[in-house]
């Protein structure tokens, strides 16, 4: 049995708690690093962290990139997405193809 | 392409020709396996970017509602709304085989018992905005679910991708060219010697048919000569 976590700043990630997921709510990076660290090696199989926080902890990220759980997976904050997910898929396919050229790459 | 460093003898001969072909199997195995992922990865990777645009949207409709709901409650009441969820959810998590390589499959079964009934407050201190951010949210959740398995997957291709392009690679531009490259050096390092020994057994053949001409004309010389004395 799996479960799944969100970690993100509290106006953000509150509604989830709702629907039954597991909440960490955090503005620190550090905090948020060491959550993740313990969800991580724990029994979570998804975990969902706001885009800002994601950005921070990149290298953190990356370490369970290449492993098959857990799928940790950034979601826009409350302030609307602001590309960091949609440039991480732009990342994959960088990675796989060697060129964006999925999603015209505006870089 | 540089040569390997190698003694030019028949058996290495062999055993790099065996593994020159082994190469060239490999290389149009791994090239069919990359082709083949990269058709799977562009198209799952052309739904992910298109799910996460949807699930983007959809999330900044329950965040506008929740911060609608916020402003109109304390926050006290607020937590206190939502500290206890009616709704669990249980994920099963099991594996898919996409071209070998494993990719987590997410099952997931919500705890609540009336599906409707997913509020996990009275509706009396509430506001309207709370129960349409939190509904929608439980609708977009297999959604949310789904990117996540999705972008995984991606993730996961895209390793193995890399992967096997490099070794495709380095098969086509520096294993099979520098076997190529050794074996011809080794075939015409054994030619060379062959010729060499062709050339060297026809001179001891020259030198001693020579010295048998010089033995049979010295032998008779000399029975000449007996004769011519016998004559005399």
């Known amino acids: ?107 | 392409m540089e040569r390997m460093n190698v003694n030019p003898t028949r058996m290495m001969l062999t055993s790099l020709k065996k593994r020159l072909k082994t190469a060239v199997r490999g290389h149009k195995l791994l090239k069919d396996k990359r082709d083949e992922l990269m058709k799977e990865f562009l198209d799952l990777a052309r739904e992910n970017g298109r799910l996460r645009e949807d699930v983007e949207k959809r999330l900044g409709n329950v965040y506008k509602n929740f911060t609608v709901a916020s402003s109109i409650m304390s926050q006290e009441v607020m937590e206190e709304s939502l500290m206890f969820p009616k709704q669990g959810v249980e994920l099963q998590v099991s594996s898919r085989n996409i071209m070998s390589v494993d990719v987590p499959v997410f099952d997931f079964r919500t705890t609540a018992e009336d599906p409707a009934d997913i509020f996990p407050y009275g509706f009396a201190r509430t506001s309207g905005e709370l129960d349409n951010a939190i509904s929608e949210l439980s609708d977009i959740f297999p959604m949310l679910l789904d990117l996540a398995a999705k972008e995984k997957e991606t993730a996961l291709l895209a390793a193995e991708l890399e992967k096997t392009r490099r070794r495709v690679n380095a098969l086509e531009y520096v294993m099979i060219p520098r076997l190529q490259v050794t074996i011809k050096y080794i075939q015409m390092k054994l030619d060379e010697n062959e010729r060499g020994n062709q050339t060297r057994l026809m001179k001891v053949k020259d030198m001693m048919l020579e010295e048998a001409i010089a033995e049979k004309k010295a032998k008779d010389e000399a029975a000449i000569e007996r004769m011519v004395e016998s004559c005399q």
Not at chain 1, 29 to 39: F, I, M, Q, V
Not at chain 1, 64 to 91: E, F, H, M, Q
Request: hydrophobic share 40%; proline share 5%.
């Open chain 1, 1 to 107: 049995m799996y479960k799944i976590g969100v970690i993100g700043d509290r106006d953000s990630v509150l509604g989830f708690k709702a629907v039954g997921l597991d909440v960490f709510p955090t503005e620190k990076a550090e905090e948020a690093k060491a959550a993740l660290r313990k969800w991580a090696e724990g029994e979570y199989a998804i975990i969902y962290i706001t885009e800002g926080l994601a950005v921070q902890l990149e290298k953190e990220i990356d370490k369970y990139k290449d492993s098959r759980l857990p799928a940790i997976i950034p979601i826009p904050n409350k302030d609307g997405p602001s590309g960091t997910g949609l440039n991480n898929v732009r990342k994959s396919v960088e990675r796989a193809v060697g060129a964006d050229i999925l999603f015209g790459g505006d870089r």
